[in-house]
């Protein structure tokens, strides 16, 4: 049967890696575990480890760390979104997490766009992987029949979540909407990670 058909893609949703340079890691490092031994912390959308919210002026590298993160967030609005405003930190705080610890499934409201900064990592997926996951996900796979199932072959009509491994000196920008999650750290290496919110200046 002959017939025509033509195929558009209604909207997008993108993640943007970033190669962030020159960052004393160990300095953060450092920072962290000293605070670890005297702040509770707190609990938002982590299961166990220790979270921290941290703010310009605590530690030099961290600072260095937002500097080029805002850099990058604003080069994704100016030059790729077109859209010609000025980004700055929000918010930040530091996630720490041993064996078995995680993070539930969140957004983040209120914020322009969101981020994460990983201290540590080794691009292993037993540290705990950072999972993108499609809103409607459950409706999608509910109306898999056995031919797609199969993950890989699908169509990305079909696709519902995006897994990335932590790796260190590297960061991730998305839309705060986004919902995200945590995998369990299966490492014996404790998985250190900056969470980041940015709104306009």
């Known amino acids: 049967m002959e017939m025509q058909i033509t195929r558009e893609d209604l909207w997008t949703e993108s993640i943007f890696y970033i190669q962030v340079p020159e960052v004393d890691n160990q ?7 000293e605070k670890k031994k005297i702040e509770p912390g707190t609990n938002r959308s982590n ?46 705080w530091l996630n720490w ?14 914020s322009m766009y969101s981020g994460v900064y990983y201290i540590t990592g080794n691009g ?18 509910n109306i898999f029949t056995s031919e797609l199932r199969e993950y890989k072959h699908r169509d ?16 991730i920008i998305f839309s705060p909407w986004l919902q995200h999650e945590v995998t369990p750290n299966l490492s014996d290496e404790p998985r250190i990670v900056v969470g980041m919110n940015f709104n306009v200046r």
């Open 27 to 33: 300095k953060i490092i450092d920072f962290a575990f």
């Open 47 to 92: 299961y166990g480890g220790w979270q921290y919210d941290v703010v310009k002026g605590q530690c030099e590298a961290l600072d260095d760390m937002f500097i080029k993160m805002e850099h990058a967030v604003n080069h994704v609005f100016n030059d790729v979104f077109k859209a010609q405003i000025d980004l700055g930190l929000a918010n930040a």
């Open 97 to 110: 997490n041993e064996r078995g610890n995680t993070n539930t499934v969140h957004t983040h409201p209120g």
């Open 124 to 141: 292993s997926p037993e540290m705990g992987s950072i999972s993108f996951i499609r809103e409607h996900a459950h409706s999608v796979e």
């Open 156 to 171: 990305r009509t079909f696709v519902v979540d995006k897994h990335v491994p932590p790796v260190e000196s590297t960061g």
